[in-house]
């Protein structure tokens, strides 16, 4: 079975830090995109960050650019996203995302993991 | 970054319902516009790639159609478990994608 899961979420303080995981199970993950997307509580979907397949290439939304850092290890089938300096506004449950790699499904997300819930609060 | 818009923000629809959710984009996305389905508490769920694409497994009463800026969602005949959110998103502008607001579909 095509799966993600993902881990790592929590309470944790403003300016403090967490790394988010998603393990991925029944593809070749080292042959796909992968993002990071996340949804404030009652709130809309918001993509977070996306790393290609070998990990050579990245890119952030501009609300966490210089804070977040998107990697993965495909030895693992696993990626991560670190998150410093973390802020309320950070707060949300994030959901990794896989990209198929073929040209007519470019940037949508065809599998999801069931997400995992980071709250920033003191 | 391409904004989108949705409308309208919820509806209320009976069972045997057909429905139509509108999207429009901020600038032409060509046809990289796909839509989402999600229930509470879980992930958003690939309905329509590409504008009209079926996604595969999914059903079809589904459908999509639109390009440049307008698109829609139509639910030919709403069955219980279509009763959820969904979201546009354009992957013009990849990776930097975009989602709608969403239109929240519930039973009246």
């Known amino acids: 079975e095509v799966q993600l899961v993902e881990s790592g979420g929590g309470l944790v303080q403003p300016g403090g830090s967490l790394r988010l995981s998603c393990a991925a199970s029944g593809f070749t993950f080292s042959s796909y995109w992968m993002h990071w997307v996340r949804q404030a509580p009652g709130k809309g979907l918001v993509w977070v960050s996306r790393i290609n397949s070998d990990g050579s290439s990245t890119s952030y939304a501009d609300s966490v650019k210089g804070r977040f850092t998107i990697s993965r290890d495909n030895a693992k089938n696993t990626l991560y996203l670190q998150m410093n300096s973390l802020r309320a506004e950070d707060t949300a449950v994030y959901y990794c995302?896989?990209?198929?790699?073929?040209?007519?499904?470019?940037?949508?997300?065809?599998?999801w993991g069931q997400g995992t819930m980071v709250t920033v609060s003191s | 970054d391409i904004q989108m818009t949705q409308s309208p923000s919820s509806l209320s629809a009976s069972v045997g319902d057909r429905v139509t959710i509108t999207c429009r984009a901020s600038?032409?996305?060509?046809?990289?516009l796909n839509w989402y389905q999600q229930k509470p508490g879980k992930a958003p769920k690939l309905l329509i790639y590409a504008a009209s694409s079926l996604q595969s497994g999914v059903p079809s009463r589904f459908s999509g159609s639109g390009s440049g800026t307008d698109f829609t969602l139509t639910i030919s005949s709403l069955q219980p478990e279509d009763f959820a959110t969904y979201y546009c998103q354009q992957s013009y502008s990849t990776p930097r994608v975009t989602f709608g607001p969403g239109t929240k579909v519930d039973i009246k």
């Open positions: 600038q032409s996305i060509s046809s990289y």
């Open positions: 995302a896989r990209e198929p790699a073929v040209w007519w499904l470019r940037g949508a997300f065809d599998i």
